[in-house]
């Protein structure tokens, strides 16, 4: 795939103020590292400085591991914004739900979710990256948001893939 794989036109609504800074936050990351692939080495380095600041340093080089693995792995272009723009595309909608997902331990390979727009081997070159980047920003406190939604390309519901631990009245 081309370099200028990440670069599309889908546009959908994301409400900054009901998403999480975490949430905020792993966008501006995604892309700013495309950015940063495009030739821009200062938007790397104010990364692995942003994510020096948020006490999560080795989620960068996960980042950088998923983001490699979803530029390799595309099977078509796949929509990221610029950094300033306030709309979100129904890609970086994805890549931040899987992270939650993962996040959340969720029964089913969220990597799988991302099918929608990666190779089979794609996909699997993006589940460890994908999993380290969502266990970092956890344990960081970095907490991104479970939206609720149905994927169909895994046949599942997020109430489906979530385990709700048993509680007792």
Partial sequence: MQNDALMTTEVHTFDSDTRSFADQFV????RKWVIGHKGAPAALALLQNAFDRTSAPDAVQHL???????????????????????AVSGDELLVLDAIALAQAEVKVDVAFLLRRFLTPAGARAA????????????????????????YPLAGVTTLDMVQVPATLH
């Fill in 27 to 30: 966008l501006w990351a995604m």
């Fill in 64 to 86: 950088n591991g998923l983001m490699q693995a979803i530029t390799a792995g595309a099977s078509r272009r796949i929509a990221v914004h610029a950094p300033c723009c306030t």
């Fill in 127 to 150: 589940a460890a990256p994908l999993r380290d980047l969502a266990a970092a920003l956890r344990d960081s406190g970095l907490r991104l948001t479970v939206r609720s939604g149905t």
